[in-house]
């Protein structure tokens, strides 16, 4: 069985910074694409950035510039720095990864619990 645990949300005031970090751990062959949602109340949850290794990260035209994606092969996980936070970051942050479990041929997704990011004075 395959999980990902997230950690590092919390409350932090306009232009302050948040690192999220998310571990995949089980019966784990592969990892192609990481990545990071972000759901806020009312809206749709949304791509925020996502990482395949070897190849350049995607981001959200909202957070270019401001949030950093990097993953770390060796330990399974992937880590969102945020800076210069905005009210309008604030929302349930969700790790997602596409993995290949022991035993089986193709990629599944897999999401963590999610932790709640809340950017206020």
């Known amino acids: 069985q395959v999980q990902l645990v997230e950690s590092g949300g919390g409350l932090v005031q306009p232009g302050g910074s948040l690192r999220l970090s998310c571990a995949a751990s089980g019966s784990i062959s592969t990892i192609n694409v990481m990545g990071w949602y972000r759901q806020a109340p009312g809206k749709e949850r949304e791509l925020v950035a996502s990482i395949i290794t070897g190849t350049s990260a995607t981001y959200a035209d909202s957070v270019k510039g401001r949030f950093t994606i990097s993953r770390d092969d060796a330990k399974n996980a992937v880590y969102l720095q945020m800076n210069s936070l905005k009210p309008e970051d604030t929302a349930v942050y969700y790790c997602?990864?596409?993995?290949?479990?022991?035993?089986?041929?193709?990629?599944?997704?897999?999401w963590g619990q999610g932790t709640q990011v809340t950017v206020s004075s």
């Open positions: 997602n990864a596409y993995i290949t479990g022991v035993g089986t041929n193709w990629p599944l997704p897999y």
